[in-house]
Nanobody, 121 residues
């Protein structure tokens, strides 16, 4: 059974930083693209960032470019989201996702249960 487990969420003041982690288990995700999405209350789920299987290609939504960095761990089954200069509008539940390619990652085949990020003003 496939599991994606997010961690690292919490409460932070505006301008602060958080680092989210997602650990995948149940199968080998070395060749999968992985991504982060978020969903704020009353809003649709939004793509945030993705990284390809090698860690060399990344993609970001415009609103987080220059502030967030997605990366993969050495074992490739872990993905991180370093979030700097956080803003209240970044408040959301953040979800980890995995899919075969960067071209399909935005639909996501595998999903975690999410971790709450709250940014206070």
């Amino acid at each position: 059974q496939v599991h994606l487990l997010e961690s690292g969420g919490g409460l932070v003041q505006a301008g602060g930083s958080l680092r989210l982690s997602c650990a995948a288990s149940g199968r080998t995700f070395n060749n999968y693209a992985m991504a982060w999405f978020r969903q704020a209350p009353g809003k649709e789920r939004e793509f945030v960032a993705a990284v390809d299987w090698s860690g060399s290609t990344t993609d970001y939504v415009d609103s987080v470019k220059g502030r967030f960095t997605i990366s993969r761990g050495n074992a490739k089954n872990t993905v991180y989201l370093q979030m700097n200069s956080l803003k209240p509008e970044d408040t959301a539940v953040y979800y980890c996702a995995a899919d075969l390619t960067m071209a399909t990652i935005r639909k996501g085949t595998y999903w975690g249960r999410g971790t709450q990020v709250t940014v206070s003003s």
